[in-house]
C-alpha cells in the first residue's frame, strides 16, 4: 500500500470514528437532556405524592369506626320488608293500653311518603309519660312529629293527641 | 551486579574477557551479555524514511545486497533503528558472516549479544535536533558513529594512533568538513576516560561539546529495553507506532464514550427506579383515594340518617322539667316538628325565660303572654319556640 492509499485510509478512519463518535455524543447528550426532564418531573410528583399522602391506618381506622357507627344507627331503622303500618298500629295500641291509657279515637293518615297514626287518648300524666318513655327507649326510631297534651282538668288526667310513625331505611334516600 | 564480557581474536582463537577485571575468562566466568568484536562485522547506515516497518527487513535485505559483496546464504545481518530530529529514519546495519555469528553464539552460550552502537540509544536521546558524534576508542582501532546535521548517518572505523592527542587529531579530520557545532561523546575505558576527556577539550574549539563516558557506564545503562542484536525471535510490531497512537487515540476516545454512556444509564436506572416509586405510590394513592372515597359515602350516608333521627318526645319534656318550678303547672303542651307551644300557670314566668335560655335545646324561646290570675299571686302564660335535638 503506498502512502497516497494509506494517508486516505487514515482520513476514512478518522471520518468514520469522527462521525461514530459525534452521532453518538449528539444522540447521548439529547438522552441525557430527556433524561435530567424526566427525572426533575418524577422528583417533583414524588415530592408531592409524599406530602398529599394521608396515613392509610388512620383512614382504614376511620373506616372501620365509620362502618360500626352507621350498621349501629341502621340498625334503628326499619328495613321495608320488617313492618306496615297496621302492625306498627297494634304496637302503638297495646303499649298505650299497658300504660293505662284510654284511647278515644285512632286513624291512620299519610303526610307526603310517610304514613302516620294518629291516637286520640286520655289517661293518667304519668302513664302518657310512661309510654313517651317507651317510645324513646325503643329499639327502632318511632317518630312523634305531633303532640298536644292538654291538663286543663287539673285531677291529674291529660287528654293528648298525638301523631306516631316509624322510620325507615331506603338506600336510595340516601 | 551485571557483569559484561568482551571478545578479541588472539592468534586466530577468541578469547573472553569479563569488562571491569583485566583477566581471561574461565568456565565459571557468568555474564549477561556478550560484547562482539567491531571488527568482525561490516556497518552501514542506510535511510529507511519511506520505508514501512513492516517491510523494512525485507527492504534491508534487499539492500545489503548492494552494501555487501559477501554470498547471500553466507551472510547474517542485524539492525537497528534511528529516527533523527526531522523524523528520517536510519538502519544501521551490522553485517557479518554466517561462521563467525556461529562461533559468538557458541561462546555467548545463549546469552544476550551487542555491538558498541547498542549502547548509544540512551545518549542520542539527550542530543535530538543536533549533530553528534559517537567513538569508540579500542586499543588499536576507533569505530565512529556521525549522525550530522544535514541528517546524514555515517559509520567508519579507523585505525588509532599510538598517542591520543594524534588519535583525536585523526578523529577530527574524519569529520564532515561542514560540521560547525556538535556533540562528541568519546567511550572509552576507564583508565583512558580522564586523559581524553582533558586532551579532547583543549583541542576541539568552543563550538564542540566533548562527553568522554566509560564503556563500562554505558553498559551499565543496559536495561530490559535494550536491543539486543541477534536474538532468535526479534520483536516485531504488528503495528506502526504512527497507527498505534491512532488506535490509542481511537481507544481513549471510545473509553471515554463507554464512560460517558455509563453515567447516562446510570441517570436511566435512577430514573426507572423513581418511576417504579412513582407507579408504586400512585397505586397506593389509588387504594388511599378509594378508601377516602368510601368514607365519604359513609360519612355522606350516616349525615343522612343522622338527619333522619326523629325529635324524641320523652327527651324534650325531660329537659323542660328542670326549666319549670314546683309552682307551675302545665295547662297544654304542643310539639309539632321542631316548634313547641307551652301553656301554663305559675309564679314569676319572666325568671323561666331565663332558664329557657340556660338551655341549648329551646331556642328562639318567646314569652307569648302573661295573664295575672285572679285571687292568686300566679300568672297564666304562653311561651313558643324551637327545639333543637341533635
Redesign the interface.
Known amino acids: 500500500?503506498n502512502?497516497r492509499k494509506r494517508i486516505l485510509l487514515?482520513i476514512l478512519?478518522?471520518t468514520v470514528?469522527i462521525a461514530f463518535?459525534g452521532i453518538?455524543?449528539f444522540l447521548?447528550i439529547n438522552?441525557?437532556a430527556d433524561?435530567?426532564e424526566?427525572?426533575a418531573l418524577?422528583?417533583e410528583?414524588?415530592k408531592r405524592?409524599?406530602i398529599?399522602?394521608?396515613d392509610?391506618n388512620e383512614?382504614?381506622f376511620?373506616?372501620d369506626d365509620?362502618?360500626k357507627?352507621?350498621a349501629e344507627?341502621?340498625h334503628r331503622?326499619y328495613f321495608e320488608q320488617d313492618i306496615d303500618t297496621y302492625r306498627f298500629g297494634i304496637i302503638i295500641h297495646d303499649l298505650l293500653v299497658a300504660n293505662g291509657l284510654e284511647i278515644n279515637r285512632y286513624q291512620t293518615m299519610e303526610v307526603g311518603k310517610n304514613a302516620f297514626l294518629e291516637f286520640s287518648v286520655r289517661g293518667n300524666a304519668l302513664g302518657f309519660?310512661l309510654f313517651?318513655?317507651s317510645?324513646?327507649l325503643s329499639d327502632k326510631?318511632?317518630?312523634?312529629?305531633?303532640?298536644?297534651?292538654?291538663?286543663?282538668s287539673?285531677n291529674g288526667v291529660i287528654n293528648s293527641v298525638?301523631r306516631i310513625g316509624y322510620?325507615k331505611?331506603n338506600k336510595m334516600?340516601? | 551486579m551485571k557483569s559484561y564480557a568482551y571478545l578479541e581474536k588472539k592468534g586466530g582463537k577468541y578469547t573472553l574477557f569479563p569488562f571491569d577485571e583485566n583477566r581471561t575468562s574461565d568456565s565459571l566466568f557468568n555474564f549477561k551479555a556478550l560484547m562482539m568484536s567491531r571488527m568482525d562485522f561490516d556497518v552501514k547506515v542506510t535511510e529507511i524514511s519511506s520505508v514501512p516497518e513492516r517491510e523494512i527487513e525485507g527492504f534491508l535485505k534487499y539492500r545489503i545486497r548492494s552494501l555487501y559483496p559477501g554470498q547471500p546464504e553466507d551472510t547474517v545481518f542485524d539492525y537497528s533503528l534511528f529516527t533523527t530530529s526531522k523524523k528520517k529514519k536510519f538502519a544501521i546495519l551490522f553485517i557479518c558472516r554466517k561462521e563467525v555469528l556461529d562461533e559468538y553464539k557458541k561462546i555467548s552460550n545463549g546469552k544476550h549479544l551487542l555491538l558498541p552502537f547498542t549502547l548509544i540509544k540512551p545518549f542520542i536521546a539527550g542530543c535530538l535536533g543536533e549533530a553528534v558524534i559517537f567513538s569508540f576508542w579500542y586499543g588499536s582501532w576507533i569505530d565512529i558513529l556521525v549522525f550530522s546535521e544535514k541528517e546524514r548517518v555515517d559509520s567508519f572505523v579507523i585505525k588509532r594512533a599510538a598517542k591520543p592527542s594524534l588519535a583525536i587529531n585523526q578523529v577530527i579530520k574524519m569529520l564532515p568538513g561542514q560540521a560547525n557545532e556538535f556533540n562528541w561523546i568519546i567511550f572509552c575505558s576507564e583508565q583512558e576516560k580522564e586523559l581524553l576527556k582533558e586532551k579532547a577539550a583543549r583541542m576541539v574549539g568552543k563550538n564542540i561539546s566533548v562527553e568522554v563516558f566509560s564503556i563500562q557506564d554505558a553498559l551499565n545503562r543496559i536495561n530490559r529495553k535494550t536491543d539486543f542484536l541477534f536474538k532468535e525471535e526479534k520483536k516485531k510490531r504488528l503495528i506502526n507506532q504512527k497507527l498505534r497512537i491512532q488506535l490509542l487515540c481511537i481507544i481513549v476516545l471510545f473509553i471515554f464514550a463507554l464512560l460517558f454512556k455509563k453515567t447516562i444509564d446510570r441517570e436511566q436506572r435512577y430514573l426507572m427506579d423513581l418511576e417504579s416509586s412513582i407507579g408504586s405510590l400512585a397505586k397506593h394513592t389509588t387504594e388511599v383515594v378509594s378508601l377516602q372515597n368510601e368514607i365519604e359515602a359513609m360519612e355522606e350516608e350516616l349525615n343522612s340518617l343522622k338527619e333522619k333521627i326523629p325529635i324524641d318526645t320523652y327527651f324534650v319534656l325531660s329537659e323542660l322539667e328542670p326549666v319549670l318550678t314546683k309552682y307551675t303547672r302545665i295547662q297544654s303542651f304542643v310539639l309539632e316538628k321542631n316548634f313547641f307551644h307551652l301553656e301554663a300557670t305559675g309564679r314569676n314566668p319572666l325568671t323561666l325565660m331565663e332558664r329557657f335560655k340556660e338551655k341549648e335545646v329551646f331556642t328562639n324561646v318567646k314569652l307569648l303572654q302573661i295573664v295575672p290570675l285572679k285571687n292568686s299571686d300566679k300568672e297564666l302564660f304562653k311561651i313558643s319556640g324551637r327545639v333543637d335535638v341533635e
Not at chain 1, 317518630?143 to 286543663?152: G, L, T
Open positions: 500500500m502512502k487514515n478512519l478518522w470514528v463518535l453518538f455524543f447521548e438522552r441525557k433524561l435530567q424526566r427525572i418524577s422528583e410528583q414524588l405524592f409524599r398529599r399522602m394521608p392509610e383512614l382504614i376511620k373506616r365509620l362502618y357507627e352507621l344507627l341502621k331503622f309519660a313517651l318513655k317510645v324513646s326510631y318511632w317518630h312523634i312529629p305531633y303532640v298536644s297534651i292538654n291538663s286543663r287539673g298525638f322510620e331505611y334516600d340516601n
